[in-house]
């Protein structure tokens, strides 16, 4: 790919569906079908890798603005694992979510972060808010440290 090629991919991306932080259900859905569009894809340029982390970010910000997340006491890595737990699944059974048992066991063992892809994957996979599987920013052990 030449250098300018990735500016211009991106650059129509943009402009086919331009994002814009998302205020109505109606937008959010429609947010959502830009993502879903772009992941059943399957392989993707680096500009649309750019592009559906940017349509991340947008539907992560509005999933937590419209949702209480203090009523979900797991989230992230460790809600995964409850889930994999509660439905009696291994490594291998989320391998279409994480592509190699090798991401797989990084992201279950804390030493990887869940991507937007693996979000938006897994979101589908059980059901659940993309919000869910976000890392909650302050950890609620740092807090009690901190007093």
């Not at 300018?4 to 109505?24: M, N, V």
């Not at 539907?59 to 890595?77: H, K, M, N, Q």
């Not at 869940?114 to 589908?124: D, F, G, W």
């Given at each position: 790919?030449?250098?300018?090629?990735?500016?211009?991919?991106?650059?129509?991306?943009?402009?086919?569906?331009?994002?814009?932080?998302?205020?109505?259900?109606?937008e959010y859905e429609a947010l959502q079908e830009q993502v879903d569009a772009?992941?059943?894809?399957?392989?993707?340029?680096?500009?649309?890798?750019?592009?559906?982390?940017?349509?991340?970010?947008?539907?992560?910000?509005?999933?937590?603005?419209?949702?209480?997340?203090?009523?979900?006491?797991?989230?992230?890595?460790?809600?995964?694992?409850?889930?994999?737990?509660?439905?009696?699944?291994?490594?291998?059974?989320?391998?279409?979510?994480?592509?190699?048992?090798?991401i797989a066991s990084a992201v279950l063992s804390?030493?990887?972060?869940?991507?937007?892809?693996?979000?938006?994957?897994?979101?589908?996979?059980?059901?659940?808010?993309?919000?869910?599987?976000?890392?909650?920013?302050?950890?609620?052990?740092?807090?009690?440290?901190?007093?």
């Open positions: 790919m030449i250098a300018g090629s990735y500016d211009l991919q991106y650059q129509e991306l943009l402009f086919t569906y331009a994002p814009r932080t998302i205020h109505t259900e109606e772009l992941i059943d894809q399957g392989e993707l340029s680096a500009a649309e890798q750019a592009y559906l982390d940017l349509l991340g970010v947008l539907i992560s910000d509005y999933e937590a603005r419209v949702e209480d997340a203090t009523t979900f006491e797991l989230r992230g890595i460790r809600l995964l694992q409850g889930l994999m737990e509660l439905h009696e699944l291994k490594q291998i059974d989320l391998i279409s979510i994480f592509k190699t048992r090798s804390g030493k990887r972060q869940l991507t937007v892809e693996h979000i938006n994957k897994l979101a589908a996979f059980f059901h659940l808010p993309h919000m869910l599987f976000f890392e909650p920013l302050v950890d609620e052990a740092d807090l009690s440290n901190a007093s």
